[in-house]
């Protein structure tokens, strides 16, 4: 049997796409400023060292970097001869740069369509919305409706909250409503059927919002309102076939989703969940299933995404953080490698990116990484490529499922 593991570094660009000048993105690149402001500090002040990624540079993502940028990130460069992994880049195709696009373009469903998005202005929901959401969840009010930082409208309005019940609605520049509530006072069991409600309000409106998040806090002995781990997305179903319900409908195999990837696909194409957060979770559920018989009696996909590099650095724009995220990622990358069979693929990637160098705490327009592992498989670049769903055509030509629709076999 044969299995492909998915690691999403959720963030991860490695330069400006080719289309980033529409979304105001132009210079972006989350990898390359993330290492030459480490290398550039490191002049500056000894407490600073350069990106220090060796595992993943083996892999060829600062190679990857270049087929993007044009220049290899500072401090990060291995003769090709060194590598041990194929890698490519991967240009975007779809609309959007948020989770939701970037993982269904991924497998294999590129999104052509554009979601809507509330505007950025001081009463960011329209009122007809707010309305039916008033109607049909009997919440006695809201608080925020704008755009927003899910850490400081809690400093604005946490305590609002916990007084009067009602829950904080606010949203960003992605497709997304996100609701925050105190777990403590109003409850995590009814923060997620408001949220389911909200979902199915939404589905049923004119309005095609990607997801539906759910953001609870917590009020600690300091008085500071701290998010905790229990974040839950509702997102809207993919609009058609991904490689993953192709894996389970044509040789029943089987899917393990990790981390959030059943909350971005809707718990579509997925036989097996877990939900987890934070790196170190993250590396050590994916590594119980690897070792897993039952993952290695059928043909099986195993995918994680690693959240943390988006929400708790990219959009809070935490540089060090990022860094230190990544070096403690890639110190990790040996556990991964040991455990593959011989009939493994690993395949390393990104959905977008979230240069924490950028302006603003948006997501990046960018380029991501494709470093695809075999064992005793010669290293070669895989070139530019012009679509994530090159990863979802070449794990279908690998399991020998039907032909996607979209994509180009990256294998030999």
Known sequence: MK????????????????????FNDKGSDTLGNIANFMFSRSYIDLNY???????????????????????YPLGCYINTEHLIASYGCLNPISYGKDTLTGHWEITGLPVFFKWNYFKKCVNSFPEDLLNQIILKTNISGWLGNCHASGTEILKKLGQEHIFTQKPIIYTSSDS?????CDEDTFGLKNLYLLGLKIRKILNYSKYKIARVI??????????????????????????GVTVLEKLITEKKGLVVAIGKIAEIFCNVGITHSYKVSNLENLF??????MKDKLFSKFDSIIFTNFVDFDSVWGHRRDVIGYAKGLEYFDKRLPEILTLMNKNDILIITADHGCDPTWPGTDH?????????YQHNRIARCLGYRYTFS????????YF?????????????
């Open 3 to 22: 299995r492909v593991i998915i690691l999403v570094l959720d963030s991860l660009g490695i330069g400006s796409s080719l289309d980033s000048y529409k």
């Open 49 to 71: 060292k350069n990106l220090n990624i060796p595992n993943l540079i083996k892999l060829g993502i600062s190679h990857a970097a270049k087929l993007s940028t044009g220049v």
């Open 176 to 180: 997304v409503l996100q609701i925050a």
């Open 214 to 239: 759910i953001r609870p806090f917590i009020k600690n002995n300091k008085g500071d309102f701290l998010r905790t781990k229990n974040r839950f997305d509702f997102s809207l179903p993919p609009y």
């Open 284 to 289: 050590n559920t994916t590594l119980n299933v």
């Open 364 to 372: 990046t327009r960018e380029n991501v990484p494709i470093l695809l």
């Open 390 to 397: 090159d990863v979802a055509q070449t794990i279908a030509k």
């Open 400 to 412: 020998s499922l039907s032909y996607m629709k979209y994509g180009k076999n990256m294998l030999l």
